[in-house]
């Protein structure tokens, strides 16, 4: 910044330096056109390095423009994939999420549906205990039966 104030104050003092000369009757710049149709523009050797730094300076300056206007372009390309990305995840997130709640929610139906099925599995262990006690007191009823009767009746 010191250094562009600097600039412009050498050059307001070179350019008051040459306004001083107003006694000189000629022009500063001079315009002379060819009979080729070029024109030519003459003027002092210090108006000339003024108007060359100037128009450097502005040369570094656009440069540097179009190279920060090229950046600025990669970077918004590249916060608007990073953006996308951040969404993506936030729905997977959101997905994975609703994955875990639903395998919860089926880890405790099977726990209560095997519960349940315990249970039919010890009643139908008690029934089937009952119709073998059964199942032996008919058969041993059906044997003994016939043989008192037989062993009675004489």
């Known amino acids: 910044m010191k250094t562009i104030i600097m600039l412009s104050i050498s050059f307001l003092m070179v350019f008051q330096l040459h306004s001083q000369t ?19 523009i003459q003027m002092s050797l210090a108006d000339a390095k003024i108007l060359l730094n100037d128009v450097l300076d502005k040369q570094v300056a656009d440069s540097l423009i179009n190279l920060y206007i090229t950046r600025e372009k990669e970077f918004s390309t590249t916060i608007n994939l990073q953006k996308k990305e951040v969404l993506d995840l936030i729905s997977k997130n959101t997905n994975l999420s609703k994955t875990m709640l639903d395998n919860n929610t089926i880890i ?12 039919i599995i010890k009643k139908q262990k008690k029934e089937i ?8 007191v008919g058969f041993s009823a059906a044997v003994i039966i016939p043989i008192l009767i037989i062993i009675l009746i004489p």
């Open 22 to 40: 107003t006694s000189k009757t000629e022009l500063r710049v001079q315009t002379i056109v060819n009979t080729n149709g070029d024109t030519l």
């Open 129 to 136: 205990i009952k119709q073998k006690f059964l199942k032996i």
């Open 108 to 119: 405790i139906n099977k726990d209560t549906e095997i519960a349940s099925l315990n249970e």
